[in-house]
């Protein structure tokens, strides 16, 4: 397959199920030009794939539309593979059963050779040391950002200090074994990023507002969101 050949199929991809989507949001993902986008798009809408939207406002799929089912290269298998049984063991109960299921319906749907790759595959992620109180709270965090609910937590510094928080949870991040969670914290009056590990007492409450200021992109673009540690 060509570069642009393998572009326009991962055009395609990237917009199915997909809401709305920018042509710089395509042209980040893909490393090109906004006018590579837009030529590429026109290119695909004019060949038959059901693409609506149009320049400066966004495109999308057909929710129809019917694309041939996906395939991927060995490397790509065992990239998928890997990332499941990580997620699978740290992530939480949610992230485990997904990572599970994903994992089985792409095994099911590949040849047979391809599935003998994902069974070959010698990367294991042990989970015997995994204290199970810890995925229970990943997995409370992780119900509160689904559902933008607010969270209170005993929080205890690197000195051993202790205070009572209330945030608003926006995104859960993974550092390679360590667990954070980036917040509006309403004590603070600004973002904070907490240790999930130094969390104790968790509880899921009421939903907050969707505020702006106060958005996981806002928390993103914040380059003052450390680590709390006082």
């Excluded at 893909?30 to 590429?40: E, F, Q």
């Excluded at 937590?153 to 209330?166: E, I, K, P, S």
């Amino acid at each position: 397959m060509t570069r642009r050949a393998d572009r326009l199929f991962q055009i395609a991809e990237l917009l199915r199920g997909r809401r709305l989507t920018t042509a710089q949001q395509l042209a980040d993902w893909l490393s090109v030009s906004p006018r590579t986008v837009y030529r590429d798009v026109r290119d695909l809408q004019l060949s038959g794939v059901p693409i609506e939207g149009e320049a400066g406002i966004g495109y999308r799929l057909n929710r129809a539309a019917s694309l041939p089912p996906l395939t991927f290269t060995a490397e790509e298998l065992a990239a998928l593979a890997a990332g499941a049984r990580m997620i699978e063991t740290w992530g939480g109960a949610r992230f485990a059963g997904g990572a599970r299921s994903a994992l089985a319906k792409i095994a099911s749907a590949m040849p047979a050779d391809k599935r003998a790759t994902l069974e070959r595959l010698a990367v294991f992620a042990p989970s015997f040391h995994i204290d199970r109180s810890f995925s229970e709270k990943v997995d409370a965090l992780h119900e509160a950002v689904d559902s933008r609910r607010t969270v209170s937590f005993a929080y205890r510094d690197r000195f051993g200090a202790q205070t009572a928080r209330r945030v608003w949870p926006l995104g859960l991040l993974y550092w390679g074994g360590r667990w954070t969670i980036g917040a509006w914290c309403e004590m603070r009056g600004d973002f904070r990023t907490f240790d999930i590990a130094r969390m104790s007492e968790v509880a899921v409450c009421e939903p907050f507002p969707d505020q702006e200021g106060r958005r996981l992109a806002d928390y993103l673009r914040n380059a003052n969101a450390p680590m709390h540690q006082r």
